[in-house]
């Protein structure tokens, strides 16, 4: 081979060196890239500096188009799946509501607000079902017959829904849940009226046995059942 050949050769031979030397390696062509940092697309690596810790990136690069492994990518969310209750594990409470009266057969000797010993049999046997129940409110309210007046039945019917409250809580009622009134000489379950007179197997009935079921103490209540334990 001549001088000049030789020459021509060396050349063809350092300009392609030259060229290989100044840029960079195209992995894809024509294709575009996942991201802004400079990847492998033989492997899918994210070329990184030397300590492995900093990847590098082109003039294009934002947070936004950052590879999710390489540094200043916006951390990714994980979102908790919710948890999914079973219908076994949903709990729904039964409300429930009721009351019971403390009537004159017994419960209260007549004008005296004391309860007497069968009236507390009556309100322990009440006690052992409400302890059955998650209460939410107690309403106790007291009456009277018609005879006397009112300025002496107000007084005994309130003072008479008062020894029920007190007894309740005394025995474990919540007192923050009951509630207490007298209504004194209203409300009459048996109209007054009717005790004009009246006779039972052709006898002469009192007016103060008559109006009997007047003479009461009413309780009720209303809350929820309570739940059995797992």
């Known amino acids: 081979m001549n001088n000049f050949g030789k020459f021509s050769a060396a050349f063809a031979l350092a300009s392609f060196i030259a060229t290989s030397q100044a840029a960079p390696i195209a992995y894809e062509v024509n294709k575009t890239p996942a991201n802004d940092n400079w990847s492998g697309a033989a492997n899918g690596y994210v070329w990184k500096n030397g300590t492995d810790e900093l990847c590098w990136r082109d003039n294009f690069w934002t947070p936004a188009t950052a590879n999710t492994l390489c540094d200043g990518a916006p951390a990714k969310v994980v979102t908790q799946p919710s948890a999914q209750l079973k219908p076994q594990d949903v709990q729904t409470k039964q409300p429930i509501s009721g009351g019971f009266t403390l009537g004159a057969d017994g419960a209260y000797e007549l004008g005296s607000a004391v309860i007497t010993p069968k009236g507390k049999q009556i ?105 059995a334990a797992k």
């Open 123 to 227: 309100l322990d046997a009440a006690i052992v079902k409400l302890a059955s129940y998650e209460l939410d409110k107690l309403v106790i309210s007291g009456y009277t017959d018609s005879q006397g007046k009112d300025t002496l039945n107000l007084p005994l019917s309130k003072n008479r829904a008062k020894s029920v409250n007190d007894y309740l809580a005394s025995k474990g009622v919540p007192p923050s849940k009951i509630s207490y009134e007298g209504y004194g000489s209203t409300n009459y379950v048996v109209n007054p009226s009717t005790c004009n007179g009246m006779k039972v197997n052709g006898r002469p009935v009192s007016r103060t046995v008559c109006e009997a079921p007047n003479r009461r103490v009413e309780v009720k209540f209303n809350g929820f059942a309570k739940q």
